[in-house]
């Protein structure tokens, strides 16, 4: 069973940046072409949305339209982890963000992941 844990987040000013880290505590691939980790958000009340993913055999990243060309996500495979800098905070910015991860191929925009991390909150003050 992978675990994933994650570091990051906070409460940030309009315009400021953070960053968020997550480690998976195992194999996060089926084979050795498979595997992906990244970060979706959540607002009480409304559906998980999709944020951002990276493949970890080829470094294929998929980006939400709302963050593309604020958020960049980075991985390190050695050490099972990806990193997510967010710049540009907007508030609307401010959510729950959950780290997730997929054992087999592509980069789903649903939920529809293997595992998950136990969230962190985002909040961008105005």
């Known amino acids: 069973q992978v675990q994933l844990v994650e570091s990051g987040g906070g409460l940030v000013q309009a315009g400021g940046s953070l960053r968020l880290s997550c480690t998976a505590s195992?194999?996060?691939?089926?084979?050795?072409?498979?595997?992906?980790m990244g970060w979706f958000r959540q607002v009480q009340g409304m559906e998980r949305e999709f944020v951002v993913g990276?493949?970890?055999?080829?470094?294929?990243?998929k980006y939400a339209r709302s963050v593309q060309g604020r958020f960049t996500i980075s991985r390190d495979n050695a050490k099972n982890t990806v990193s997510l800098q967010m710049n540009s905070l907007k508030p609307e910015d401010t959510a729950v963000y959950y780290c997730a991860a997929l054992e087999g191929w592509g980069l789903p925009s649903t939920p529809q992941w293997d595992y998950w991390g136990q969230g962190t909150q985002v909040t961008v003050s105005s």
């Open positions: 990276i493949s970890f055999s080829d470094g294929v990243t």
């Open positions: 195992g194999r996060i691939g089926r084979t050795p072409s498979s595997g992906a």
